[in-house]
């Protein structure tokens, strides 16, 4: 790794337009799971297409709502590694780079970084399911860290979700189920980000989830440089420029301190 990252480095360095696209790996050494790797305990008796559609949903919205809850809870728990902070670093180096996510969480928003675009949606923006699909802002007991515990609704619970406020129909999880097409306006802005951009960093994601995987593929059709950051090989390997071999919290603040010394310590 420490051979390509002076010349992956350089290249961050002097672009104009830079696209972060990461997947569940940056959010993986925070310790956050991936929703298969939720089923687990008391929600083992179930597989993701009883909970992550919106058949399931219909059919029992207070397993639903109760399993997302008990996610939401999670994360909320987890923290920001240097991955998270080093993407926020770039955004403040390079004006106009764009964070393009797969993850459902807010880890990329606490660590600092202004407007990721969500293509999977997001368990901290909930809406309803009726047909104007309203955003949905309730109050949650666990921004009050006295009552973190009470809030965490527990492994296993059920819990009824609540109703939106403009028209009365249930509140949904705010992330894309199986079945679902991703958000048109996410896909088109990380699309016209990626076709732009001069260099892409994809972190942590497997590229095998269409149509998110298409991201790199359409920079490095653009003329982008692609430079990918994952502990594995990935099929993404064959159109990547460079591939940084290693995780995102120890890849990405050294390349950031690589590319701009000092002005980059995160």
């Known amino acids: ?50 909970l992550a559609t919106p058949e399931a949903f219909h ?26 902070l080093a993407t926020a670093a770039i955004e403040d180096l390079v004006p ?41 802002a309730f109050v949650d007991p ?35 189920w199986f079945g679902e097409a991703l958000p048109e306006a996410a896909l088109t802005a990380a699309a016209e980000a990626a076709a732009t951009c001069d260099v892409l960093l994809t972190v942590g994601t497997s590229g095998v989830v269409y149509p998110a995987a298409e991201i790199p593929r359409i920079a490095a059709r653009s003329g982008a440089t692609v430079v990918q950051v994952n502990p594995l090989p990935t099929p993404l390997d064959a159109i990547c420029d460079v591939n940084l071999r290693g995780s995102a919290a120890r890849i990405l603040p050294a390349l950031v301190e690589a590319a701009w010394g000092a002005a980059g310590r995160t």
């Open 59 to 84: 059919a029992d919205p207070d397993l639903v709502w109760g399993w997302y809850e008990w996610r939401r809870a999670r994360v909320r728990r987890a923290r920001p590694n240097p991955g998270h």
């Open 96 to 136: 106009g780079t764009v964070v393009v996510t797969q993850n459902v969480d807010d880890l990329h928003e606490r660590a600092g970084s202004r407007a990721p675009i969500h293509l999977h949606g997001s368990l901290f923006a909930p809406r309803c399911v009726g047909r104007a699909a309203h955003p949905v």
């Open 1 to 50: 790794m420490e051979s390509v990252l002076p010349g992956a480095a350089a290249l961050l360095g002097q672009a104009r337009r830079v696209v972060v696209f990461t997947g569940a790996g940056i959010s993986a050494e925070s310790g956050v799971p991936t929703f298969r790797d939720d089923l687990t305990g008391l929600w083992a008796r179930y597989d993701a297409e009883q």
């Open 142 to 176: 666990a921004d009050d860290a006295a009552d973190h515990d009470a809030a965490d609704p527990g492994e296993g619970s059920r819990l009824a979700p609540p109703r939106c406020g403009h028209c009365g129909a249930l509140v949904r999880p705010g992330v894309v």
